[in-house]
């Protein structure tokens, strides 16, 4: 699964969760497929934000995901006229505006500094 991300989810990820990117997204999807497992339905992507994918990404890269997640996902997507990767990043949005709103401290505050 390819996934672009733009700055503002990189940033997020970095500080919440550390450097490597790609893991950060692999657990914001496993958050969401755990969601959907429940039958809770998790945020739909926005519609008025059209094609979701930044124009100038801060990093793109391919995700191996299971089976089992990734047909989760593109039902989902499907369901919600999006791509994997639109829904990808949208998921990323929604983790960490959920950490946010627990009051989980970013590792940057914690002495973890997030990469320039």
Same mark, same amino acid.
């Given at each position: 699964?390819?996934?672009?991300?733009?700055?503002?989810?990189?940033?997020?990820?970095?500080?919440?969760?550390?450097?490597?990117?790609?893991?950060?997204?692999?657990?914001? !999807?496993?958050?969401?497929?755990?969601?959907?497992?429940?039958? &809770?339905?998790? $945020? #739909? *992507?926005? @519609?008025?934000?059209?094609? /979701?994918?930044?124009?100038?990404?801060?990093?793109?890269?391919?995700?191996?995901?299971?089976?089992?997640?990734?047909?989760? !996902?593109?039902?989902?997507?499907?369901?919600?006229?999006?791509? &994997?990767?639109? $829904? #990808? *990043?949208? @998921?990323?949005?929604?983790? /960490?505006?959920?950490?946010?709103?627990?009051?989980?401290?970013?590792?940057?505050?914690?002495?973890?500094?997030?990469?320039?």
């Amino acid at each position: 699964m390819r996934v672009s991300l733009g700055k503002f989810a990189c940033t997020g990820i970095e500080a919440h969760l550390g450097e490597d990117i790609p893991a950060g997204v692999r657990t914001a !999807l496993s958050h969401y497929v755990r969601k959907l497992k429940a039958g &809770r339905g998790p $945020l #739909a *992507a926005p @519609t008025f934000l059209g094609d /979701l994918t930044p124009s100038e990404p801060q990093a793109t890269f391919d995700l191996a995901l299971d089976p089992e997640t990734e047909a989760m !996902l593109d039902r989902e997507a499907e369901r919600q006229g999006t791509t &994997r990767s639109q $829904l #990808a *990043a949208h @998921t990323v949005m929604v983790y /960490l505006a959920e950490l946010d709103f627990l009051g989980v401290t970013p590792r940057a505050e914690l002495g973890a500094a997030p990469r320039p």
